[in-house]
């Protein structure tokens, strides 16, 4: 699941079977796993070509920790 993840970082959008040949699982894994992430993952768009992209709570989530993971860097080289 998070290599699905990582993958919708980097390229927002992806379809089931893009996501598929990708991490190397099966497309009726990815359905299955997208619907565990609803918090996470929603999909967009009509369903011949929409795709998945990260929630703004994933999003939020991903910001704070690259925020802190800046901080704590920053914080570190000034001492």
């Given at each position: 699941?998070t ?6 970082i ?17 497309e ?5 796993d ?31 920790k ?8 920053f914080?570190?080289?000034?001492h």
């Amino acid at each position: 699941m998070t290599s699905v993840i990582q993958e919708l970082i980097k390229q927002p959008g992806l379809k089931s079977k893009d996501l598929a040949k990708l991490t190397g699982v099966s497309e009726v894994s990815i359905r299955r796993d997208m619907q565990k992430l609803t918090q996470l993952v929603e999909f967009r768009g009509a369903p011949k070509t929409g795709g998945y992209f990260l929630t703004d709570y994933m999003l939020l989530k991903l910001d704070k920790k690259d925020k802190l993971k800046t901080n704590y860097w920053f914080v570190r080289a000034r001492h």
